[in-house]
């Protein structure tokens, strides 16, 4: 359980979730630029979403 937070262990089964969705979609990208596809506004976006997810988990869950 969240210690006094905002968020609770449902958010952080969500977080995780999302976490694994953008992996997922790291090996499709990964796929679009091997045939040719530019995809780069693609990929940043989904850095930028994975850095913000991580930081979130870091300071809401630490350690989890």
Known sequence: MAENGPLTDADLVELNAKLIQLDE?????????RAGIDVSSQKERAREMRDKLLKMKQAFFPGR
């Open 25 to 33: 979609a790291d090996l499709q990208i990964d796929k679009a630029t």
